[in-house]
C-alpha cells in the first residue's frame, strides 16, 4: 500500500506542472478572446440583430419571410458591423485620437490597442476579415435573389466601411452610419427574402436612419477634442455643440413622429403605435441636448439613447409580429 500511495504521488506531482501549464492556456486563451471581442465592441453588436428583425418582421407582414435569408442576412450584417468596429479602432490608434479620447462605456473606443492587448495589425486583419464575410454572404444574396440588389449591397458597404478614413472626415460620417447601420440595414433584410421591398419595410427604416444618426451623434460630443486632433469632420465640430445638440434633438424626435405618421397612413399597422413608448427614455439625453450642450454629455444620457435605439427597433419588429398573427 506505501508503494502504490508513493507512485500515486510521484505520477502526480508529475502532472502538476502540465496542469498548471494547460491552466495558463486556457487563461491566455480566454484574455485573447477578450481582447477580440474588444475590438469588436462586442456589446454594440446587438444593434445589428434588432435591425435584421425589424427589416424581416417588415417583409413578414408584407407576405415574405424565409429563415434561412433571415440567418444569412444576420451573419452578413453582423460581420460588417465588426469590420467597421475593428477598423474604426486601428484607424484610432493610427491617427493617435484613441491616445486621447476621455473614455466612457459608449464612447473613445474599447482601449484595446492603446493599452497594448493587442496590435495595430491584428485589429487591420479583424476587420477586413469580417468585411469579407460580409461581402461573402453579399455574394449568395446575389445569386440567390438577384444581381438588382447590387447597387444596394455596395452602397451600404461602402457606408460601413468608408465611415473611418472618409465619410468621418468630410462631414457626412452621422448620415452614411444613418445609411449603412440603420435605414439600409432594414431594407437589405426585407428584400433578400424574395427581391421585393414593401411599404412596411420602407416606413420601418426611416426610424432606423435617425435612431442609428443619433447614436453616432451623441457618441461624438465626449470626443470631441480627441476627433478634432485627429482629423474628424464631424456635425459636432463642423457646426459647433450646440448646433449639433439641436439636430440631435431635431432626430430623436423625429423617430415617434415617423412612426405614428406611418401608421396614420397605413405604412404601419396600429400595433406599431406600442413602438413610440420607448422614446420615453429620451427624456435624459434631450434634457441635455436643449440645456447644457456645452457641457459634458452625462453618461446615463448616453445609456438612455443606446437603450432607446434598441428598444425601439426590437418594439417595431415585435409588433409587426404580432400583428401579423392577429390579422391572419
Known amino acids: 500500500m506505501l508503494t502504490f500511495l508513493i507512485v500515486a504521488q510521484g505520477r502526480y506531482n508529475l502532472l502538476v506542472p502540465v496542469l498548471e501549464y494547460l491552466s495558463s492556456l486556457k487563461e491566455e486563451a480566454m484574455a485573447s478572446l477578450q481582447h477580440l471581442l474588444g475590438v469588436t465592441r462586442a456589446p454594440f453588436l446587438v444593434l445589428s440583430v434588432t435591425l435584421v428583425a425589424a427589416g424581416a418582421a417588415a417583409s413578414a407582414y408584407d407576405g415574405s419571410f424565409r429563415w434561412s435569408a433571415t440567418i444569412i442576412a444576420l451573419v452578413g450584417l453582423v460581420a460588417l458591423h465588426i469590420a467597421v468596429n475593428a477598423l474604426n479602432e486601428a484607424s484610432d490608434m493610427r491617427t493617435g485620437i484613441d491616445l486621447h479620447t476621455e473614455r466612457t462605456p459608449f464612447s473613445g473606443g474599447s482601449g484595446t490597442l492603446p493599452a497594448g492587448h493587442l496590435s495595430e495589425r491584428t485589429a487591420w486583419t479583424v476587420g477586413y476579415g469580417a468585411a469579407a464575410i460580409g461581402a461573402a454572404c453579399g455574394v449568395w444574396f446575389l445569386i440567390d435573389v438577384g444581381w438588382f440588389l447590387l447597387p444596394l449591397f455596395l452602397t451600404g458597404a461602402v457606408c460601413v466601411l468608408a465611415y473611418t478614413d472618409l465619410f468621418a472626415r468630410i462631414g457626412i460620417g452621422e448620415i452614411a452610419a444613418g445609411l449603412g447601420l440603420g435605414a439600409l440595414a432594414v431594407v437589405g433584410t426585407a428584400m433578400v427574402q424574395d427581391g421585393t421591398l414593401g411599404q412596411v419595410a420602407i416606413a420601418a427604416s426611416v ?43 431635431l432626430a430623436a424626435l423625429s423617430v415617434p413622429l415617423v412612426i405614428v405618421a406611418a401608421v396614420l397612413f397605413d405604412g404601419l399597422p396600429w400595433l406599431c403605435l406600442f413602438a ?53
Not at 465626449?222 to 439636430?247: F, H, M, Q, S, Y
Open 207 to 249: 426610424p432606423a436612419f435617425f435612431m442609428t444618426f443619433n447614436l453616432l451623434l451623441l457618441n461624438e460630443f465626449p470626443d470631441e477634442g480627441a476627433d478634432r486632433e485627429g482629423g474628424r469632420r464631424n456635425l459636432v465640430i463642423l457646426l459647433g455643440r450646440k448646433t449639433a445638440a439641436l439636430i440631435y434633438s
Open 276 to 328: 413610440v413608448f420607448p422614446s420615453l427614455l429620451l427624456a435624459r439625453p434631450l434634457r441635455w441636448a436643449l440645456s447644457k450642450p456645452e457641457e459634458a454629455v452625462p453618461v446615463p444620457a448616453l445609456a438612455s439613447n443606446v437603450v432607446w435605439i434598441l428598444s425601439t427597433n426590437t418594439a417595431l419588429a415585435l409588433t409587426l409580429i404580432a400583428a401579423l398573427l392577429i390579422e391572419d
